[in-house]
């Protein structure tokens, strides 16, 4: 019988929500993030250094690699302010290809990239192909071994913030086997890189062309612990995008009660009306149920409920935050169907975190699998 564990929360993580929470309130109120969306990157690079001389980076890298030893679950607690306040920068990318390479990475490969990484060395990841299958061990691109170099080929999407990164972990199958490679970014051509557009603004997408691309075989990870790495990589990027949609959900409250508690019609606040109230409501007892499924999740991830943990969260988060997005539009009126509006900044933060690395539909049936065979 499996032991079941509660739902913790370390002194360690309330420190770091308590500072995730301030300094993303602080960094990204809504005109900030209206104009990144009209900038190159995407991000703001002296934010991101911010975050690098905080740590943030080397939360879940071992000290030995210059990180501060913590887990994701730390992690978690930074993301989910991030998520409240759209703050979009490479955080999540890097830290998931830092747990890439402690998974399945060779010595050189960690003793090389993980300080990096810690130091504000941006990655990216590729996993995702033309076929838009969720699982990432269906892989389409290949690397051939001639010598000491791989050539790769194939067509990788969805791989954000591909432009800035300095390097890039992509799938690959070697001879049939699904493998994992680290692509220095100067091997990739500028005209390999195509901008995609994508449903969420904040996010900057390519599409990348492998084919030609030669790397040193020694960039190959570990061929015995690259399937279940990259098992553990799906869960880590649920929790992840769980911890986003969270507090997504949270700042699509935040700007509604706000206009509730401003517009008025008939000589009365327009959130003093009960239906309006009771939706509310709902998504807030909604969102604290999410938040506990996260939580649990975080403290379990790597005991045997951890996956039907994960899962839970991911497709409770993802559905709270649509319904959140979508209430933010209607109760805005006629005006939040503009792209004047903020609500619709939320909604389509929401398209994009529910369909990354599975929607609720995916999970919940690979849930019944887990919990009724």
Known sequence: MIKKAGITFSEEQGQLLEIAESFSRDKAPIATVRNLIESETGFDKDVWTEM?????????????FGGSGLSVAEVVTIVEPMGRMLLATPLVSTTLAAQLLLNAGTT????????????????????HEEHGDWDISHVTCTGVISGDTVTLSGIKRLVTDAKVADTILATISIAGIPSLVAIDSGSIDSAALQRETVIDETRRSYRINLDGISVPATNIFDAEKTAAALKRYHLLSCLLLSAEACGGTAGAMDITLNYLNTRRTFDRFIGSYQSLKHTMVDILTDLEAARSFLYYAAGVIDTDEGEAAVRMAKAQSSDNFAYAGDRA???????????????????????????QSGDAIYHRKRLATLLLD
């Open 52 to 64: 690098v001389n905080l740590g943030w980076l080397g939360i879940a890298i071992p000290e030995e």
């Open 108 to 127: 050189a490969q960690k003793q090389d990239l993980l300080p990096r990484m810690a130091g504000g060395a941006i990655a990216a990841l590729a996993m």
């Open 329 to 355: 539009i209607q109760f805005h009126g006629g005006f939040g169907f503009t792209y004047e509006c903020d609500a619709q900044l939320f909604r389509r933060r929401a398209f994009w975190t529910a369909n």
